[in-house]
């Protein structure tokens, strides 16, 4: 990007003229499209359109007019984090509030091109969403989808990553574009990266309750009479789990038996208490 921001721009920027026609064929086929404005006549422009959201850049996040007139339209406005200090960030996001905004998405963001795993610091995510008390995101311009499953791990609800048909093409920011193949792995893996979340949960899950039965617990490895100790040769721990817990083999040893057991039945906590 070894050139100046005005030509970038000249060269990167979606000319107004096809919002129109390519929102349109957004609705078409169910994809909600929106655009980033850099300025308040954008905003202007796009609720002409009837943009369903807006979308601050990281160049744009200490621009307080531009937010305040985005977030005035009560639609759900993601503002990218890139450079901006935490001050700055707290003003962008009291503005926004302040201007009536109430579904507010932060998105973490590295503002090089393309950005570094080393350099992504997504650990800033569950910071974000504690700090501001909102859903939180991850602008990525990394290789990959690597960056961006872990951030999901981490809280994040929205990823930002640029697309193109092929990186053969060309363009301005083609070099950190996912190929349709690999979005769909975005999609994919994400998707399970969210599903796994779950919640803290500790003991068998519902799927797994047909596996206890291949957990060990302790059986008869000879027959026991009534009353004659168990011992290290008349008791083990062994596989199948219908038996006692191994935890209670310890206790166990050298204590009577209540009742009489066949080699090879298990233990059960009934007949031992």
């Known amino acids: 990007m070894n050139q100046p921001w005005h030509n970038l ?4 920027h979606t000319p107004w003229e096809w919002h ?17 404005p850099f300025d308040e006549t954008a905003v202007d422009f796009l609720e002409d359109l009837g943009a369903p959201a807006y979308k601050i850049a990281s160049l744009e ?3 307080l007019p531009l937010i305040e007139k985005a977030a005035s339209t009560g639609k759900p406005l993601i503002i990218s984090t890139g450079m901006a200090s935490l001050g700055e960030l707290d003003d962008a996001v009291r503005t926004a509030r302040g201007a009536g905004c109430t579904q507010l998405v932060p998105l973490k963001c590295t503002s090089t091109y393309p950005a570094s795993p080393n350099n992504t610091n997504i650990r800033t995510i569950p910071h974000l969403r504690e700090l501001f008390g909102c859903e939180v995101g991850l602008s990525d311009y990394t290789m ?9 791990a981490l809280g994040a609800s929205v990823v930002e990553k640029h697309f193109t048909l092929a990186r053969a093409d060309g363009g301005v920011d083609s070099a950190f574009s996912l190929e ?9 893996e994400t998707e399970r ?13 519902e799927a797994e309750q047909k ?30 789990g219908h038996g006692a817990p191994p935890a209670l083999y310890s206790q166990l040893l050298g204590r009577p038996a209540r009742c009489a057991f066949s080699c090879g039945a298990p233990l059960s906590i009934d007949q031992l208490l």
């Open 20 to 36: 129109g026609p390519i929102m349109e064929r957004a609705r078409e086929l169910g994809l909600i499209c929106f655009s980033s």
């Open 9 to 12: 721009y000249k060269q990167a």
């Open 180 to 188: 349709p193949t690999e979005l769909a792995s975005l999609v994919r």
């Open 144 to 152: 990959g989808v690597g960056v961006a499953v872990a951030a999901v």
């Open 211 to 240: 596996s206890l039965v291949f957990r060990r617990s302790i059986y008869a490895t000879a027959d026991i009479a009534a009353g004659e100790p168990f011992t290290e040769t008349n008791i083990r721990i062994i596989r199948p």
């Open 61 to 63: 996040n200490n621009h």
């Open 193 to 205: 990266a969210w599903q796994s979340l779950g919640q803290v949960r500790y003991g068998p899950t």
